[in-house]
C-alpha cells in the first residue's frame, strides 16, 4: 500500500474536517467515541429504511442516560412515526421536508407536568416550577437528552437533524401530540439513514475563540471570527451557498421577524403551564 502523504493523512483526520484549521490537524486523544462526536453532521436526506422500536428504545436509553438536574428528569420525548401526523407537525416546524421523510420524528418536551400532578395529588405547593430558573432547567434536562439521542443514533449509523422550528407553533405542536399542561415542546430530532447526504462536517469556530483558560478573552474570542468566515466559506461554496457566516450571524438575530413566531415564547410558555417570573 503506498505511504500517504502528509496532506492526505492531515485531511483524513476528524479535527482537520471539524476546525479547516491548519495549524490544528491533530487532537492529544483519539477513540471511537471522539470520531463519533468530532465526525458529526446534520443529515437532511433519509432512505425510506424504517427504525424499530427497538432502536429507539436503545436510542431513548441513552437519552435517559444524561445527567439532569438533581434528578428530576423534567423532560419526555415522543417518538412520531405516523406518516400523517408527520406531515402535520412539518407544516407546524417551517415547512422542512425531511421531517416527513425521516422514518421517525422526535420530540423532545419539557416536562414538568409529572412534578405538577404529583403536588396536586398531595395538595402540596409547587410554586418554585413558576420561576424561570425551573424553565430553563427543563429546556437544559431536555437538550442534554437529545443531544446523548444523536451521538447514540450516530454511533448506530443514523443521521440526525435538530429542529427548533418546533418553536414556531409551540401550542399547535402541542395539540398535535396531545401534550397535558407543564409540558412544553423544545425541538424536534428527525431521525433516518442517511440518504443523498453531501453535507459534510461544518467548520465550528477556532478552537482558541471558544475555549478561555481561567478567565475570558475577549480578543480571543473574536480574533477567530475573520479566518472562520473564510473557513466555513470555502466549506459553503462546497455545498453551493455564499452567505458568509458574520452575515448569516446578525440576519439570524436581527430583529422579532428573524425569529419566525419564536419572538412569541414568553407567551406560549404562558399558555402552557410554565409562568417562568
Ligand atoms: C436546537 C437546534 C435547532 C435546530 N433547528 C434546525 C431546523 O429547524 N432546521 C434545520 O435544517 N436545522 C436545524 N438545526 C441544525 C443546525 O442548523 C446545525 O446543527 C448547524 O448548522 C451546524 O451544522 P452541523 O449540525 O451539520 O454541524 C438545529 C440545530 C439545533 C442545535
Redesign the pocket.
Given at each position: 500500500m503506498p505511504e500517504r502523504t502528509i496532506m492526505e493523512r492531515v485531511t483524513s483526520a476528524p479535527v482537520y474536517h471539524r476546525y479547516r484549521d491548519p495549524d490544528l490537524t491533530e487532537l492529544a486523544h483519539r477513540n471511537e467515541t471522539l470520531d463519533v462526536l468530532l465526525g458529526?453532521?446534520?443529515v437532511?436526506s433519509f432512505t425510506a429504511e424504517p427504525i424499530d422500536t427497538a432502536t429507539l428504545e436503545t436510542i431513548a436509553a441513552a437519552a435517559q442516560s444524561a445527567p439532569t438536574s438533581s434528578n428530576l428528569q423534567a423532560w419526555s420525548v415522543v417518538a412520531v412515526r405516523d406518516p400523517h401526523r408527520k406531515s402535520r407537525l412539518a407544516a407546524l416546524?417551517?415547512d422542512?421536508a425531511?421531517i416527513v421523510e425521516a422514518p421517525v420524528f422526535l420530540v423532545f418536551v419539557a416536562d414538568l407536568g409529572r412534578a405538577r400532578r404529583l403536588a396536586e395529588s398531595r395538595d402540596v405547593p409547587l410554586d418554585g416550577a413558576d420561576y424561570l430558573e425551573s424553565t430553563l432547567l427543563g429546556f437544559i434536562d431536555a437538550?442534554l437528552g437529545a443531544q446523548n439521542a444523536v451521538v447514540a443514533a450516530e454511533s448506530l449509523g443514523w443521521g440526525t437533524?435538530?429542529?427548533?422550528?418546533?418553536r414556531n407553533n409551540p401550542e399547535l405542536i402541542a395539540d398535535e401530540l396531545g401534550l397535558p399542561s407543564g409540558a412544553f415542546p423544545v425541538?424536534?430530532l428527525a431521525i433516518g439513514r442517511p440518504g443523498n447526504d453531501t453535507?459534510g462536517?461544518?467548520p465550528?469556530l477556532p478552537l482558541s475563540a471558544v475555549l478561555h483558560h481561567d478567565t475570558y478573552d475577549v480578543a480571543a474570542a473574536d480574533a477567530g471570527v475573520t479566518a472562520y468566515d473564510e473557513r466555513l466559506g470555502e466549506y459553503n461554496r462546497e455545498q453551493g451557498r455564499d452567505t458568509p457566516w458574520t452575515t448569516a450571524v446578525l440576519g439570524r438575530l436581527r430583529d422579532a421577524s428573524s425569529l419566525k413566531g419564536r419572538d412569541k415564547i414568553r407567551h406560549s410558555l404562558v399558555s402552557r403551564g410554565w409562568p417562568s417570573h
Open positions: 458529526h453532521h446534520s437532511r416546524a417551517g422542512q425531511f437538550a437533524v435538530y429542529v427548533g422550528a418546533v425541538f424536534g453535507a462536517v461544518k465550528r
